[in-house]
T-cell receptor
Framework: NAGVTQTPKFRVLKTGQSMTLLCAQDMNHEYMYWYRQDPGMGLRLIHYSVGEGTTAKGEVPDGYNVSRLKKQNFLLGLESAAPSQTSVYFC????????????FGSGTRLTVV | LAKTTQPISMDSYEGQEVNITCSHNNIATNDYITWYQQFPSQGPRFIIQGYKTKVTNEVASLFIPADRKSSTLSLPRVSLSDTAVYYCLVGDMNSGYSTLTFGKGTMLLVSP
């Protein structure tokens, strides 16, 4: 029972480089989300998806792009990384009408130098 | 979008009962109240959810008064392993939580 798996767990990027964070869930959940968490802060929603082929902007979408080509995968892309994007990124998934809340991954720690 | 207010931090000792209160004065009729727990270097974990009165599971209890403008998460007999950040969220379940916001949460420190 893997739940939500995030790849990679750690990454260091140079300013201007690009990368893709992968989130995979094996619970057949319709909804998936990307959050970022900065030191001493709560989680802020970047983008989310309510189904395969759909995406929507969250609270802090600038500088990020997402894709949901398969139901089980939700990709977060950084086209040109900036130091302000240094953060811990969490992916989560849920069913549409959820009595059990979100299931979160263990996070990806990204440092942009 | 209902905003929540909760204490920044709380201290307790092992074996004590801990009650964390969350204020949500603008809660809407369709909103549910959900609490999450987050340990360092881990993603948040769902603890409990409720709409009104009292909800209890194997981990915690959630007390919601009739006016639903606040809620209290109760952790019985805490241990060192309950040291974590606790988040209170309010939102319409039918939205799939797509617009929910995690605030800064309450940092609970349990000491021996």
């Amino acid at each position: 029972n893997a739940g939500v798996t995030q790849t990679p767990k750690f990454r260091v990027l140079k300013t201007g480089q690009s990368m893709t964070l992968l989130c995979a869930q094996d619970m057949n959940h319709e909804y998936m989300y990307w959050y970022r968490q900065d030191p001493g802060m709560g989680l802020r929603l970047i983008h989310y998806s309510v189904g395969e082929g759909t995406t929507a902007k969250g609270e802090v979408p600038d500088g990020y792009n997402v894709s949901r080509l398969k139901k089980q995968n939700f990709l977060l892309g950084l086209e040109s990384a900036a130091p302000s994007q240094t953060s811990v990124y969490f992916c989560a998934s849920s069913i549409p009408i959820t009595r059990d809340g979100y299931t979160f991954g263990s996070g990806t720690r990204l440092t942009v130098v | 979008l209902a905003k929540t207010t909760q204490p920044i931090s709380m201290d307790s000792y092992e074996g004590q009962e801990v009650n964390i209160t969350c204020s949500h004065n603008n809660i809407a009729t369709n909103d549910y109240i959900t609490w999450y727990q987050q340990f360092p270097s881990q993603g948040p974990r769902f603890i409990i959810q409720g709409y009104k009165t009292k909800v209890t599971n194997e981990v915690a209890s959630l007390f919601i008064p009739a006016d639903r403008k606040s809620s209290t998460l109760s952790l019985p007999r805490v241990s060192l392993s309950d040291t974590a950040v606790y988040y209170c969220l309010v939102g319409d379940m039918n939205s799939g939580y797509s617009t929910l916001t995690f605030g800064k949460g309450t940092m609970l420190l349990v000491s021996p």
